[in-house]
């Protein structure tokens, strides 16, 4: 059977469809153009900012704090990962049940018990019918934290921080000193060098696409890696601690006020030991008087006494108004203009030679000697040592020491002779070291400093000398006969050659002096090799014979004696005016 083809008719274009097609297409066009426009001129700041809240993430990085460590690398100080645990009880829900089940408050107190080691009682109490964010446990450890993330249940929110903890409690308190509750530097070294203590990191964003994954950006390699370097100390734990047990000891025995001790290297300003008594636990701070919490070391001044007096006989030697071989009559009293002068036990001592002078700590001797320099000259070099200036350390901020106006010092008679056995201006402890670490090094300036990496850079000039290496050698061995046949005897230790001088200085009030004292020793070794300066300073002991050969010597023995072993110190033997050491 044939087939046809169907013909069909064409009709023309209705002319006003098409214009309504036409039209309708412009119009399209220019809407899509406008939306283009608005997005991409007038919403191009707002569409910028959503795509990098999308496109980005911010890792919320701990506030850390770098370990603090002594130069054996024990911990002294290092942050604590923590948790705080919240509960939102209308999502709580258990692992496989349905997403609009709700589990009760009592499920979940079940489970948390036992790993809170809190009775379900108490949590119950805690959530009180409360729907949303509730605090039920702060200071969660990292062993607990997991095994409540184990669990999975939703609804609950473990919160990570970061807290400061301190394994020698006490005995690096006075030094190291604290950060708060809120990880805010309080005292001591961490207060003192936070910005170097502060760890921070130099980048926090991630960039990623709508699928989360990562895309490339300008950041650097290493951007992302944490700088968690520790600080660490010249302190040794061992002779810290020991030092820390025998300063205890004394004060408590002699029912002192307080008490400070410190051992140095001469040669560099490294700080070996530095404890104080009392003191306190840090990681308990807030139990304690803030008083503690100075380092009055650096920021309390005292009349050093006799134990300046070996600096006053360097500065006589050095201006060569006396003789090694000289002597100076003492008969136990001396008028200056108009003052009574005297020795600490009222007696005189006859003609006695410069180091008999230290051994009988004899005032009217060093006020003869002294005599022999110009006032202005004698207040120049004190100046030179520093005595009124701040010591600039890496420790607490210093007070700078206290002395009279020159004019006074040179027209008034009395001022220069107090000063000759350390009475009429003040410095501070760290102080008092440092010019008895130049006399032990040769005459140079050092730095006291307790961070390894420590940089001179107040002392960016060459070292300032003091004294002459002759001269501190020549008051150095005087000094040692102090040890071997004065007042210091009691820190004699057979084999070594140690120098040192006491000190018994009453403390002023109201612009006299009360029955209150300050004992004090100080001590060099060996004096074949000068290497250590031990400084030890006990603050108004109140038991009757309190001096500084009864209470301060004692202490420095105990710490010289464990520096000889920490430190390895080899004896040295004296055979007919030789000194040979042992192998």
Not at 345 to 372: A, C, E, F, H, T
Request: glycine share 6%.
């Amino acid at each position: 059977m044939k087939k046809y083809k169907k013909i069909v008719r064409l009709i023309p274009l209705d002319q006003r469809r098409f214009k309504l097609l036409y039209i309708f297409s412009l119009l399209l066009m220019f809407c899509l153009f406008g939306r283009l426009v608005k997005l991409q001129v007038f919403n191009s700041s707002d569409l910028q900012r959503k795509a990098r809240l999308v496109q980005s993430s911010k890792t919320n990085s701990l506030k850390k704090r770098r370990s603090i460590v002594d130069r054996n690398n024990r911990l002294i100080a290092y942050d604590k990962p923590l948790y705080k645990l919240w509960a939102h009880p209308k999502y709580f829900n258990f692992p496989g049940d349905s997403i609009n089940r709700v589990r009760s408050i009592e499920e979940v107190a079940q489970k948390l018990s036992p790993i809170l080691d809190v009775n379900n009682e108490i949590l119950l109490r805690k959530i009180n019918n409360k729907m949303s964010g509730i605090k039920l446990m702060d200071k969660i450890s990292e062993e607990k934290a997991e095994k409540i993330k184990n669990l999975q249940i939703s609804g609950l929110d473990l919160f990570k921080y970061s807290q400061r903890y301190y394994p020698q409690g006490e005995l690096y308190s006075n030094l190291v000193g604290f950060v708060n509750d809120e990880n805010i530097a309080s005292a001591g070294l961490e207060l003192y060098l936070d910005n170097q203590i502060k760890v921070f990191n130099k980048s926090n964003l991630i960039k990623k696409g709508g699928d989360g994954t990562p895309l490339p950006d300008n950041s650097a390699p290493g951007d992302f890696i944490f700088d968690y370097k520790s600080l660490g100390l010249t302190i040794d734990s061992k002779l810290q601690k020991a030092s820390f047990n025998a300063l205890s000891k004394q004060v408590i025995k002699w029912r002192a006020k307080k008490g400070f001790a410190i051992v140095m290297d001469v040669n560099n300003g490294q700080i070996l030991s530095l404890v104080t008594v009392p003191t306190y636990d840090p990681n308990k701070f807030w139990q304690y008087n803030s008083e503690l919490f100075r380092g009055w070391y650096s920021q309390d001044l005292f009349e050093p006494g006799s134990t300046f007096k070996p600096i006053n006989l360097a500065l006589a030697l050095e201006e060569k108004v006396i003789q090694k071989d000289g002597v100076v009559e003492d008969i136990g009293k001396i008028n200056v203009g108009g003052w009574i002068l005297s020795n600490w036990d009222k007696k005189g001592n006859g003609y006695i030679d410069y180091p008999k002078v230290l051994q009988v700590s004899s005032n009217v001797g060093m006020v003869k000697i002294m005599r022999n320099l110009d006032p202005k000259i004698y207040w120049d070099l004190l100046k030179n040592l520093g005595i009124n200036k701040n010591l600039k350390t890496d420790l607490f901020e210093s007070t700078a020491g206290q002395l009279k106006r020159k004019d006074l010092f040179v027209n008034q008679s009395i001022e220069p002779a107090v000063t000759s056995f350390g009475k009429g201006f003040s410095i501070s402890p760290l102080k008092l070291v440092q010019l008895h670490a130049a006399l032990a090094n040769g005459g140079f300036e050092v730095t006291p400093h307790v961070t390894s990496t420590f940089k001179e850079r107040f002392n960016e000039n060459p070292k300032k000398q003091f004294f002459s290496n002759e001269v501190s050698k020549t008051v150095l061995e005087w000094m040692e006969s102090v040890v071997d046949k004065g007042s210091g005897s009691g820190a004699k230790i057979e084999g070594y050659r140690i120098a040192g001088k006491t000190g018994t200085s009453q403390k002023a009030s109201n612009g006299s002096y009360t029955s209150k004292k300050v004992c004090s020793f100080v001590a060099t070794l060996p004096v074949n090799d000068p290497k250590y300066v031990v400084l030890v300073v006990v603050d108004e002991p109140s038991k009757s014979y309190a001096y500084g050969s009864t209470v301060a010597v004692p202490v420095a023995k105990e710490i010289i004696e464990s520096l000889i072993v920490i430190e390895k110190i080899p004896p040295n033997i004296k055979d007919h005016g030789m000194i040979v050491k042992k192998p």
